[in-house]
């Protein structure tokens, strides 16, 4: 895919870094505490979804509000343990970036995608978290809010991302979409462009906007 954009939009886990070993021990560590098993977790779709809406599919309403604030207080603190990791081309994409053209749009708590991204010393100039909007992937709104705040046009941006939710919250607002095959195969995910990782991304700054080129 070749194409120009005044903005690019990216998921944070998964497409810009990986923290999957502390996703992995913070979840076990929370369904232990509160008695989920393994067979409660194979029927819930984990990965692009917001915290609440993943705790509301495996307790009671009444449990929620204090459980999504445990899982979320033991993967920040899990930061300091290691495991959260940048995955190949993100470092060199981002700093190609002119200041104010880029966003980091997740479905992760602001302390969270924040604590994650300091770990690996990426400073987005604009982060829109879960909880900055009220409906989630892959309901628009989050990334309308991300183009919306750097005065961009949606029909102008270009999402990437590796979940099938956050790709159709992409198209939903009207965005071009970069699939990264980091946690989905390729024939799980509907996009504009398909690659490995942003490896295969390049951007070029011109007159005429950020000019990208992705993948073959």
Same mark, same amino acid.
């Given at each position: 895919?070749? #194409?120009?954009?005044?903005?690019?939009? +990216?998921d944070n886990d998964g497409t810009l870094l990986s923290s999957i070993e502390s996703v992995y021990r913070c979840w076990t560590r929370w369904a232990q505490e509160y008695g989920i098993t393994?067979?409660? +977790?194979? =029927?819930? #779709?984990?990965? =692009?979804? #917001? #915290?609440?809406?993943? @705790?509301a599919d495996l307790l009671p309403a009444e449990r929620v509000g204090e459980a999504v604030a445990r899982i979320d $207080?033991?993967?920040?603190?899990?930061?300091?343990?290691?495991?959260?990791?940048?995955l190949p081309g993100t470092a060199r994409l981002l700093a190609a970036l002119p200041e104010g053209s880029w966003a980091v749009v997740t479905s992760a708590t602001r302390r969270l995608a924040g604590a994650r991204l300091a770990a @690996?010393?990426?400073?987005?100039?604009?982060?829109?978290?879960?909880?900055?909007?009220? $409906?989630g992937k892959p309901d628009p709104e989050p +990334?309308?809010?991300?183009?919306?705040?750097?005065?961009?046009?949606?029909? $102008?941006? @270009?999402?990437?991302?590796?979940?099938?939710?956050?790709l159709a919250a992409g198209r939903a607002a009207g965005m071009r979409t970069v699939a990264l095959t980091t946690t989905h195969q390729a024939h799980e995910l509907t996009a504009d462009a398909v690659v490995d990782d942003l490896s295969a991304v390049s951007v070029l700054a011109t007159a005429a906007g950020l000019r990208i080129t992705a993948g073959a």
């Open positions: 895919m070749e #194409t120009t954009a005044d903005a690019l939009l +990216f393994a067979d409660d +977790f194979a =029927g819930v #779709t984990l990965h =692009g979804r #917001t #915290t609440p809406e993943i @705790v $207080r033991l993967e920040v603190e899990d930061v300091a343990n290691g495991g959260i990791t940048v @690996v010393g990426i400073r987005p100039p604009l982060l829109i978290a879960g909880d900055d909007v009220t $409906r +990334f309308l809010l991300a183009a919306g705040k750097l005065g961009a046009d949606p029909a $102008r941006c @270009v999402v990437f991302e590796d979940a099938p939710a956050g």
